[in-house]
């Protein structure tokens, strides 16, 4: 069946690809640093997960905190696993991927853009969105690079 | 510092305490199942969790997910790791918890009480809730722990 989250990531958007995961970064800022991780593996669920597979994601995890700190000073991380999308296709062809949004309790300038979090303390929302120019994803990816 | 997840669970709403996590039933049933892995130790984040509690996590929500399967035939799971409320203190003493959510495309009744999921396919909703008698949390309970 076909799967958008087998096709190889746009480069563009591309962090780190590791053994078993690829690290890309949203297109949606609207959290600075938002991302996600997606297993390598066509894997339908937590569950099917390999033990190398959950230890590296840990890896993973452990190094984007550490990062995003250096990066933007990113104050916390909420982490979620969903898949919900994939639900909507019958029959459904879930693909393991995590979405992570560094939360903050500051405003961050790059190259003239302000980037806030004025949910911070509270549950992420889904409406506010923000884009950015290439230019700014460019620094955004280096930065992230940089520390990682 | 006062935490709230540091103090003994509620009997009435626990399913089982492992090595290193707690889980507990959720009083708001709008995602029947719907509870919490709650970390034994006081930990602030993912990234300082221990080797050995990262892998008892996989191992509980394996179980989770095939337990829930069992007795309510859950159709999949969300998987959040969010904390945003205790940076609503200043300052902040996070406790590692997780959410999780089994999502349903059918409707399942125990007691004579409905179970619907009608943002299935769909990110969760936080605004509609759900609450049980203590006869339903009991039957859910004692439903999720046979197979468990």
């Known amino acids: 069946m076909n799967c958008i989250s087998c096709k190889k990531p746009n ?5 780190v690809i590791t ?11 609207a959290y600075l ?17 390999k033990p190398d597979e959950w230890s590296e994601l840990h890896d993973l995890i452990k190094k984007l905190e550490y990062t995003l700190e250096k990066a ?3 104050t916390m991380f909420n982490w979620t696993c969903l898949m919900n999308v994939a ?7 879930p693909h393991v991927h ?3 949004r560094p939360r903050y309790d ?6 003239g853009k302000q980037f806030n979090d004025p949910e911070f303390g509270h549950h992420y929302s889904r409406k ?10 460019e620094i955004i990816i280096h930065k992230i690079k940089q520390h990682l």
Chains 1, 2 share one sequence.
């Open 33 to 49: 640093g938002r991302g996600y991780i997606t297993s390598k593996r066509h894997c339908n669920n937590l569950s099917e997960l």
């Open 87 to 93: 639900y909507q296709e019958s029959p459904p062809n």
């Open 106 to 111: 500051h405003t961050v300038e790059i190259a």
């Open 19 to 29: 053994k078993f995961w690829i690290v890309t970064l949203s297109r949606n800022q």
């Open 98 to 100: 995590w979405h992570f």
């Open 128 to 137: 506010r969105e923000q884009s950015i120019t290439p230019t700014v994803r």
């Open 11 to 15: 480069e563009k958007n591309l962090i």
């Open 72 to 74: 933007f000073n990113a």
